[in-house]
């Protein structure tokens, strides 16, 4: 028989892809703005980096 070995970390990584998330400060509107270069569009905000954080993974998750 021949087995497949798959590490656990690989098959995490298939299941739960890692995407970049940029943060910058907008000084006009005072926020902190995020996006996922990988999914085009996908951009969130909040009033501290946290809350921008927080933002993106609901915006990332209903991109997907």
Not at 34 to 39: D, R
């Amino acid at each position: 028989l021949n087995m497949l070995k798959i590490s656990f970390s690989s098959v995490l990584l298939f299941f739960f892809p890692v995407y970049s998330v940029f943060i910058k400060y907008d000084p006009i509107d005072k926020i902190y703005v995020a996006s996922v270069p990988e999914l085009s569009g996908c951009m969130a905000h909040g009033s501290t980096k946290e809350q921008a954080l927080r933002e993106i993974e609901t915006a990332k998750e209903l991109w997907i």
